[in-house]
């Protein structure tokens, strides 16, 4: 796919002029179907995640109950399951993608959830069991990325900048395995669903690891060779969100439990923790998110 990004850069970039980005600090539910979308102070809200073991989550639980707001964490194993289950009814909240993984959804599924709230933007590293130095890479060797669309063509830009590989036009958020300009690459490039690039480590040169399962590994964040800039006001696609329905988009609970995620002191902390302190904190309104993932969404329909 070849097709060259056109309007998301204007999305980043009025994106970059409202948030409030503060580095050093970091960044996916199943109710009884009563009347999932309507939570409210004396209800469960229950929230998918993908790490539930990460130490924010324990500090948000506490958080919101010294608010009176119950939550239920219900941890999915892979990126797949939390926004079909969103969408279904079964939870509530999520919170583990970025703004143009909610877009690809969005527009495969034909679905409407929504970016409720910000979070963080993390950083994308490249992560190896043989080597030390990204420039040690053996020409021919071959190299991991997540599998999903998003975090593929976030992997392969990251190969790029790292010199491994070259792509064609130069690559967008929308490049895949086909964009690799395989000439004038100097590794070889394999594609794993994004939980298994972390198994692969002794069987390739290096492999795109997410941040949800550098620790799961037992890597440390600063192991990583390589990372793209979290800071970058480019890298507005990839910030992180809570996503709900469409409808539940002005729901009081929902929207007080963000403020409690953006703004308490030990969710923060644990947002550090859980990153190596190598994610950015990120606040953007309802009405910036929206218009973000509109303009994504616009972009994925016409690369699609």
């Given amino acids: 796919m070849s097709r060259r990004f056109t309007t998301l850069a204007a999305a980043a970039a009025a994106a970059a002029a409202g948030p409030v980005l503060v580095t050093g600090l970091a960044g996916c539910a199943s109710a009884d179907a009563g009347d999932a979308g309507s939570a409210g102070a004396d209800d469960t809200v229950k929230i998918g995640v993908v790490g539930k073991s990460d130490p924010q989550w324990a500090a948000f639980e506490k958080a919101a109950k010294a608010e009176g707001i119950d939550i239920e964490l ?11 289950a969103l969408t279904e009814g079964e939870i509530d909240l999520n ?11 969005n527009e495969a599924s034909g679905e409407d959830l929504a970016a409720i709230g910000s979070t963080q933007t993390y950083p994308l590293g490249l992560y190896s069991s043989k080597y030390d130095d990204v420039d ?13 669309a998003s975090n593929q063509a976030r992997g392969l830009l990251v190969l790029q900048s790292a010199g491994l590989i070259e792509l064609k036009d130069g690559g967008s958020p929308f490049s ?22 972390p198994e692969a480590l002794p069987d390739v040169a290096a492999a795109i690891i997410n941040n949800d399962f550098v620790e799961e590994a037992g890597l440390k964040f600063d192991d990583a ?21 469409a409808e539940d988009v002005d729901n009081e609970t929902y929207l007080k439990l963000i403020e409690i995620f953006q703004t ?25 998110l ?15």
């Fill in 176 to 197: 895949d395995l086909s964009d690799i300009d395989e000439a004038k690459s100097k590794v070889k490039v394999t594609a794993l669903e994004a939980a298994l690039t």
């Fill in 290 to 304: 929206a218009k973000t993932l509109t303009t994504v969404q616009k972009d994925v329909a016409d690369n699609s």
């Fill in 74 to 84: 219900v941890d999915f194993g892979s990126y797949e399951l939390p926004n079909p």
């Fill in 225 to 245: 060779l390589f990372t793209d800039d979290a800071s970058d006001p480019a890298a507005a696609p990839y910030v992180n969100i809570f996503a709900s329905r």
């Fill in 95 to 105: 919170q583990f993608q970025h703004v143009i993984y909610l877009a690809q959804y």
């Fill in 136 to 148: 040690d890479i053996a020409e021919g060797d071959t190299v991991a990325v997540p599998d999903d």
């Fill in 264 to 288: 308490d002191e030990a969710v923060q902390k644990g947002l550090a923790e859980s990153s190596g302190g190598t994610g950015v904190t990120v606040q953007l309104s309802q009405e910036e």
